[in-house]
Nanobody
Framework: QLQLVESGGGLVQPGGSLRLSCAASGFALARYAIGWFRQAPGKEREGVQC????????NYADSVKGRFTISRDNAKNTVYLQMNSLKPEDTAVYYC????????????????WGQGTQVTVSS
């Protein structure tokens, strides 16, 4: 059974860091693109970053450029999102999702989703 499980969220002060994990089971993550998305209350789900089957990454949110970094460890079947210099506006539920080999910007282009992990940035 294909499954994605996010972890690593929590409460952090502005300027702090978190590393989110997206652990895959039931399929070989190395063959697919994995995207990180986030959804704040009252807002649409937005793409953050994606890593494709070749290991290349794409940034979709200008607001996180230079602060967030996506990476993958195919041996562990896990994708990470390192988040540094966190700001209150980064507060959201963060989701990972899988699609074919190549990244896409829209949430509707992804096939399977994890349950999400809450990130709250507040002093």
């Amino acid at each position: 059974q294909l499954q994605l499980v996010e972890s690593g969220g929590g409460l952090v002060q502005p300027g702090g860091s978190l590393r989110l994990s997206c652990a895959a089971s039931g399929f070989a993550l190395a063959r697919y693109a994995i995207g990180w998305f986030r959804q704040a209350p009252g807002k649409e789900r937005e793409g953050v970053q994606c890593t494709n089957s070749s290991g290349d990454s794409t940034n979709y949110a200008d607001s996180v450029k230079g602060r967030f970094t996506i990476s993958r460890d195919n041996a562990k079947n896990t994708v990470y999102l390192q988040m540094n210099s966190l700001k209150p506006e980064d507060t959201a539920v963060y989701y990972c999702a899988v699609r074919g080999r190549w990244c896409a910007r829209l949430a509707s282009d992804y096939d399977y989703w994890g349950q999400g992990t809450q990130v709250t940035v507040s002093s």
